[in-house]
């Protein structure tokens, strides 16, 4: 047993010199030390040893043991030393690396600019969840049941009783049912819409919703508002106008188009040869969209206004596919650092 123990000292010695890596370390450590290993193997034959030399085997192997420790400990210790972080010292003859720093992304920007202007003027700021129920999205807001507009083909349904809000109006009824009048609030948002995914639409997209509840508001305090919003967004000598339209929620209810100032009114492929560029919806609250919150449209009127930011953001920086906003290309952003 005494040439035993000398023999696995050798064979340990010769084995951990090509041990080069985390693996290997582990294999001789099953191999040798383990409690299924050679140095084990040997202890348990200790019992079968003549009782007088059992001492002096005994103390062989407790060193052969230690022995063996001692060679693992400073292979891993050797394997491990570089990624330690006191590798090569600093190479200063280097060029430097650039810090990066991020910057806001352009729809932020856009957004942050015409927030800016509302709360200049008064109004506050609420959001609500981009996760509706029917009843926020469509029915408070006087949607009739079978209006084209909850139409599968437009809405995300998540259930039978949640979907993905198509607009921010929802969030005029969730302020609505925790406030009383007088209101002015802007409401920024998300919104999705199940639409066909090209340069144009995109089937998420931004809006601004905004919201004017008191005793005596008129269409010409909208006006008011709402022009002066867009002569200092856009620029004092920017043509503008209404046109009549239909919202569920509004009665009257207007567009307001501006001049195109890509080609300044004469007509180009942006405004479809028209010469004016839709940018928001609006109009009076409709009495029913009061009465489903519980204001008393008797008492109070109120206005309420709809733009998407992320054609607002396109026309200003002249970005021809809405889906570059997406893409989270680090060349395209970069464009926007301010
Ligand atoms: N919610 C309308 C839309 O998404 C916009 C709008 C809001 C119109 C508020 C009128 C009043 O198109």
Same mark, same amino acid.
């Given at each position: 047993m005494h040439s035993e123990i000398t023999s696995l000292r050798e064979e340990a010695e010769n084995a951990i010199r090509t041990v080069t890596d985390a693996r290997g370390i582990d294999e001789f450590r099953v191999r040798f030390l383990a409690r299924k290993g050679s140095i084990a193997a040997l202890f348990d034959r200790l019992k079968t040893a003549a009782p007088e030399d059992r001492p002096a085997l005994g103390k062989m192997l407790n060193e052969l043991r230690s022995a063996v420790q001692q060679m693992l400990d400073e292979k891993s210790g050797a394997i491990q030393a570089p990624a330690s972080g006191e590798a090569a010292p600093a190479d200063l003859s280097l060029p430097g690396r650039r810090g990066f720093i991020g910057s806001k992304h352009p729809l932020t920007q856009t957004l942050d600019e015409i927030r800016a202007i509302f709360v200049s003027m008064g109004f506050g700021v609420a959001d609500g969840p981009e996760i509706e129920d029917d009843y926020h999205n469509f029915e408070a807001l006087n949607f009739p049941p079978d209006h084209p507009a909850r139409d599968m083909q437009d809405t995300f349904f998540l259930g039978p009783r949640a979907l993905l809000r198509t607009h921010t109006s929802p969030v005029q009824i969730r302020v609505m049912e925790e406030h009383q009048p007088p209101l002015r609030v802007i409401m920024p948002g998300k919104v999705y819409r199940n639409e066909a995914i090209s340069a144009r639409s995109y089937c998420m997209f931004h809006q601004v919703e905004g919201l004017c509840v008191d005793r005596g508001v008129t269409f010409a305090e909208l006006k008011g508002t709402l022009i002066e919003f867009i002569t200092r967004y856009y620029g004092a000598g920017l043509k503008f106008r209404f046109r009549p339209t239909f919202f569920p929620f509004t009665e009257p209810s207007a567009d307001i188009y501006i001049s195109c100032f890509i080609c300044g009114g004469k007509g180009c492929r942006l405004c479809k040869q028209s010469g004016w560029l839709e940018i928001l919806g609006c109009g009076m609250v409709d009495p029913n969209v009061f009465r489903s919150v519980g204001y008393d449209p008797e008492v109070y009127t109120g206005y309420a206004f709809g733009m998407g930011i992320d054609r607002i953001a396109m026309l200003r920086h002249g @970005? %021809? %596919? @809405?889906r570059l906003f997406f893409d989270n290309d680090i060349r395209f952003l970069n464009q926007f650092r301010q």
């Open positions: @970005i %021809d %596919d @809405i």
